[in-house]
């Protein structure tokens, strides 16, 4: 399905997305080989998911031992609605994770995975899902009818969270972060300027790497590449 906005506020700013194919090393398990089997049938939310991580104006994350901005990773920026739809879910108990170098939080509950959420439904049994949000920021309630771009949220860090800070998105066929099969989706347009080598590199603190002929990237329809660097117009 095509999606007309952003899933997180970006104005004037960036932001790389982690997908799916993301080494388990920084996103626990990694979303495909994410199986959760509920009621006895087995299946990937997450399957065609992307973390966001809000660059600061440097461009780079901080350095896993640097002081964490009350900004770090996003935190605390708006999430917005996609389209149009009905609030399908919501929870706003789980508190956010202390900060701490990635990969350093505690083990969690695997019913608590996705920490803080809102899955809203956008028709035709397709389910925008949102995870990790802040705790006490959601702004919506089941049943809430929402319109594009309004606020659902913020940024947190709730949850199975192994990169810090960041906006978990997926589009399923449930309004259950768990018990729902992962579904394709493309965003209308948005405008990729580079992309880091490495997830590796991203946490280490390292630059992204421009495109090779350092300007601006329009794409429509479509999703952004692994570790891309991305802006929404």
């Known amino acids: 399905m095509s999606l007309s906005a952003a899933p997180h506020g970006q104005a004037g700013g960036i932001a790389t997305a982690i997908r799916a194919e993301a080494p388990a090393r920084f996103v626990a398990r990694g979303h495909r080989t994410a199986f959760y089997t509920v009621d006895g049938r087995a ?48 929870l706003d108990d789980i508190a956010d994770n202390a900060p701490a170098p990635a990969g350093a939080a505690a083990p969690i509950k695997i019913e608590n995975e996705s920490g803080n959420y809102v899955a809203l439904d956008l028709g035709h049994e397709r389910f925008a899902v949102y995870e990790h949000l802040q705790h006490g920021s959601i702004a919506v309630k089941a049943g809430d009818r929402v319109t594009r771009g309004q606020v659902v949220g913020r940024l947190g860090n709730s949850g199975s969270s192994s990169i810090g800070p960041h906006l978990h998105f997926h589009v399923s066929d449930a309004s259950s972060p768990v018990a729902a099969e992962g579904r394709p989706f493309v965003f209308e347009r948005f405008e990729q300027l580079g992309a880091f080598p490495s997830i590796d590199a991203l946490v280490a603190g390292d630059s992204w ?11 429509k329809l479509e999703r952004p590449g692994p570790n891309a660097v991305v802006q929404f117009p």
């Open 43 to 90: 299946r990937i939310p997450a399957r065609f998911a992307i973390d966001w991580v809000r660059l600061p104006a440097s461009g780079v994350m901080e350095r896993s031992q640097a002081p964490r901005p009350a900004d770090w990773n996003g935190y605390g920026a708006e999430v917005l609605a996609v389209g149009d739809g009905i609030v399908a879910a919501a």
């Open 209 to 219: 790497l421009p495109h090779a002929y350092r300007g601006v990237n329009p794409r």
